[in-house]
């Protein structure tokens, strides 16, 4: 029997079916009034095996990428379902990763002023870390995820079989996602990741399935309460700070993952000089997790440490000179500073240059 997991949300509660056969495709495709939405790739990959049950008439399959996460790919997708004979009962199925749970999100939440919306993430991001949380997202001219709503799908369905034909860039990516996870969940899942992360690498089924539900136990832990982000639910962003000026540096070439796993590094260099993280702990979390999983890596001296300063600068949450920062503790807690110095920034990057040379 599939181990589920209900969430609380202040919309709807939902539900989240870990799946381990490939069986509920089947009940998914006879459910009444159902659209199916399905990312092209997955589609190009799974049409003659695990989709091959999807009525093809009620699928669409959209060619997605996060240039195409925008208003105009969401004003494609009314087009097509205002043609359908479902109205206020339509129940749109959702089959991809991230940029199709926003764009679809976006769209089941908005037609008819929402409708029934199933989600089935495919990708290692999506599975273990955005498909619970409500957002849905679009980007907005230049600026990312500027325009979205709250709304949690009805049900999520996880099949971690999908995993095994990501990319290796992409299950990298969701990989970094998934360490911060177990990083803020405590010693002892950090631990765990440490013992299972070569497991990880070579997607062990049984262990994909594990990871997958502890990070979503984390980041329903850090949700309680916060769902609309005003408060805790933010510490969520640990190894965001510099891990999203290190993505608008680099133009988005290297994956939000594994940016994230750079910025979880400069952020436990500036606690261990702030004397909230001891020198060990610092070095094995950046040694056992953090640089094994970097496979980046180009030099921050190509990337430019004063743009990534600047990128810093730009944070909404900032105030006066100084920058926002969040950083964990010895003890495995988070917290959010206001006054990092960018001469602070500056010097931790130098040093993680030599740590990452
Ligand atoms: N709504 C939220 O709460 C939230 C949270 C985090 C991130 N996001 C968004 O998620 C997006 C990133 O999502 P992602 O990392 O899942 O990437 P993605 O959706 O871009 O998918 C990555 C690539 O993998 C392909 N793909 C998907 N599943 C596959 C599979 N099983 N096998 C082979 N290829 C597959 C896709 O077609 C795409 O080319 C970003 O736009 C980000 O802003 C949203
Ligand atoms: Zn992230």
């Given at each position: 029997m599939p181990v589920n997991l209900t969430i609380h949300s202040n919309i709807h509660d939902y539900d989240v079916f870990f799946e381990d056969s490939p069986d509920f495709i089947?009940?998914?495709?006879?459910?009444?009034?159902?659209?199916?939405?399905?990312?092209?790739?997955?589609?190009?990959i799974y049409q003659e095996t695990l989709l091959s049950v999807l009525p093809k008439i009620e699928t669409i399959i959209l060619p997605i990428n996060?240039?195409?996460?925008?208003?105009?790919?969401?004003?494609?997708?009314?087009?097509?379902?205002?043609?359908?004979?479902?109205?206020?009962?339509?129940?749109?199925?959702?089959?991809?990763?991230?940029?199709?749970?926003?764009?679809?999100?976006?769209?089941?939440?908005?037609i008819y002023r929402g409708v029934n919306w199933i989600f089935v993430p495919t990708t290692l991001l999506a599975q273990a870390d955005s498909c619970i949380g409500?957002?849905?997202?679009?980007?907005?001219?230049?600026?990312k995820n500027l325009i979205g709503t709250f709304y949690p799908p009805a049900n999520i369905h996880i099949f971690t079989q999908f995993l095994q034909s990501q990319s290796d860039s992409d299950f990298s990516s969701g990989f970094g996602e998934v360490i911060k996870l177990h990083l803020m969940g405590g010693r002892d899942l950090f631990s765990n990741l440490v013992e299972l992360s070569q497991s990880v690498i070579n997607r062990e089924p049984r262990v994909l399935h594990k990871i997958v539900q502890q990070s979503l136990n984390v980041k329903l832990s850090y949700m309680s309460g916060d769902e609309f982000d005003t408060g805790r639910r933010n510490l969520l962003n640990y190894g965001h700070d510099f891990g999203?000026?290190?993505e608008s540096t680099s133009s988005f070439a290297i994956p939000h993952g594994q940016a994230v796993i750079f910025g979880m590094l400069a952020a436990n260099i500036?606690?261990?000089?702030?004397?909230?993280?001891?020198?060990?702990?610092?070095?094995?979390i950046a040694n056992k997790l953090l640089i094994p999983n970097w496979v980046s890596k180009?030099?921050?001296?190509?990337?430019g440490k004063n743009e990534m300063i600047d990128?810093?600068?730009?944070?909404?949450?900032?105030?006066?000179?100084?920058l926002a920062l969040i950083m964990m503790n010895d003890t495995f807690e988070f917290t959010r500073v206001n006054d990092l110095f960018p001469d602070e920034a500056a010097s931790a990057l130098a040093e993680l240059q030599i740590m990452l040379n």
């Amino acid at each position: 029997m599939p181990v589920n997991l209900t969430i609380h949300s202040n919309i709807h509660d939902y539900d989240v079916f870990f799946e381990d056969s490939p069986d509920f495709i089947q009940h998914l495709a006879i459910q009444p009034n159902s659209c199916y939405i399905v990312d092209e790739n997955v589609w190009t990959i799974y049409q003659e095996t695990l989709l091959s049950v999807l009525p093809k008439i009620e699928t669409i399959i959209l060619p997605i990428n996060e240039d195409r996460k925008n208003l105009a790919t969401v004003q494609e997708l009314y087009d097509q379902l205002v043609e359908r004979p479902a109205k206020r009962n339509m129940n749109i199925i959702s089959i991809g990763g991230g940029i199709l749970q926003d764009i679809t999100g976006f769209a089941a939440s908005t037609i008819y002023r929402g409708v029934n919306w199933i989600f089935v993430p495919t990708t290692l991001l999506a599975q273990a870390d955005s498909c619970i949380g409500s957002k849905t997202s679009l980007n907005y001219h230049k600026y990312k995820n500027l325009i979205g709503t709250f709304y949690p799908p009805a049900n999520i369905h996880i099949f971690t079989q999908f995993l095994q034909s990501q990319s290796d860039s992409d299950f990298s990516s969701g990989f970094g996602e998934v360490i911060k996870l177990h990083l803020m969940g405590g010693r002892d899942l950090f631990s765990n990741l440490v013992e299972l992360s070569q497991s990880v690498i070579n997607r062990e089924p049984r262990v994909l399935h594990k990871i997958v539900q502890q990070s979503l136990n984390v980041k329903l832990s850090y949700m309680s309460g916060d769902e609309f982000d005003t408060g805790r639910r933010n510490l969520l962003n640990y190894g965001h700070d510099f891990g999203h000026a290190l993505e608008s540096t680099s133009s988005f070439a290297i994956p939000h993952g594994q940016a994230v796993i750079f910025g979880m590094l400069a952020a436990n260099i500036i606690a261990r000089k702030r004397g909230l993280l001891s020198s060990d702990l610092e070095k094995t979390i950046a040694n056992k997790l953090l640089i094994p999983n970097w496979v980046s890596k180009p030099t921050i001296n190509a990337l430019g440490k004063n743009e990534m300063i600047d990128a810093m600068k730009k944070d909404k949450k900032r105030t006066g000179n100084n920058l926002a920062l969040i950083m964990m503790n010895d003890t495995f807690e988070f917290t959010r500073v206001n006054d990092l110095f960018p001469d602070e920034a500056a010097s931790a990057l130098a040093e993680l240059q030599i740590m990452l040379n």
